[in-house]
């Protein structure tokens, strides 16, 4: 099984600022099966980034996904207040899948 | 426009069963696979099934295997998990997902506890 660690837990920013996450899978992803969602309170999952770097339809530029291998990065440029909410990695290049623990991006 | 409705989520004994159902429309349900994801009170996500297109190939998570089926009913553009000797640790929020590989199109959900 591909074990995905996130970091930080809990990443605190005021609206405007740079927000870096990191995915780092325990082993290789095959073909960059690498996935993005943000998740808000009470709400289901929404996608934001396939294939490491691809943004999902209707999703903002201020967020792009890069990496390849066992480490992959989350950036959202320029925060927005409905920005804050958890994010969640996903590798779907083996079985079973996996999803990564989560990063909470709080307002600082 | 996309949507997945999911519905039969509710209390249930220790032991106990439950079917719940998700209902698709805006898509072709027929020709795209679909997973169940399931999410347990302040917890993170976790995959529970996978089922292809006609049904011919469905994949689980450990957890689950030999307890839980998931079917399809593309004449009816709906997908289920029935769920059997329910444990505690089942309770979560089960979502419906249409998949790519990724999830794409997701549903908003329905709960399921396990409890005495």
């Known amino acids: 099984e591909t074990v995905l660690t996130q970091s930080p837990g809990t990443l605190s920013l005021s609206p405007g600022e740079r927000a870096t996450l990191s995915c780092r899978a325990s082993q290789s992803v095959s073909s960059s099966y690498l996935a993005w969602y943000q998740q808000k309170p009470g709400q289901a999952p929404r996608l934001l980034i396939y294939g490491a770097s691809s943004r999902a339809t209707g999703i903002p530029d201020r967020f792009s996904g890069s990496g390849s291998g066992t480490d992959f990065t989350l950036t959202i440029s320029r925060l927005e207040p409905e920005d804050f909410a958890v994010y969640y990695c996903?590798?779907?290049?083996?079985?079973?899948?996996?999803f990564g623990p989560g990063t909470k991006v709080d307002i600082k | 426009e996309v949507q997945l409705v999911e519905s039969g989520g509710g209390l249930v004994q220790p032991g106990g069963s439950l079917r719940i159902s998700c209902v698709a429309s805006?898509?072709?349900?027929?020709?795209?696979?679909l997973t169940w994801v399931r999410q347990a009170p302040g917890k993170g996500l976790e995959w529970v099934a996978n089922?292809?297109?006609?049904?011919?190939?469905?994949y689980y998570v450990d957890s689950v295997k030999g307890r839980f089926a998931i079917s399809r009913d593309n004449a009816k553009n709906s997908l289920y998990l029935q769920m059997n000797s329910l444990r505690v640790e089942d309770t979560a929020v089960y979502y419906c997902?249409?998949?790519?590989?990724?999830?794409?199109?997701w549903g908003q959900g329905t709960l399921v506890t396990v409890s005495s």
């Open positions: 805006g898509f072709t349900f027929s020709s795209s696979w």
């Open positions: 996903h590798q779907y290049g083996s079985s079973p899948r996996t």
């Open positions: 997902a249409r998949s790519r590989g990724y999830y794409d199109f």
């Open positions: 089922i292809r297109q006609d049904g011919s190939e469905i």
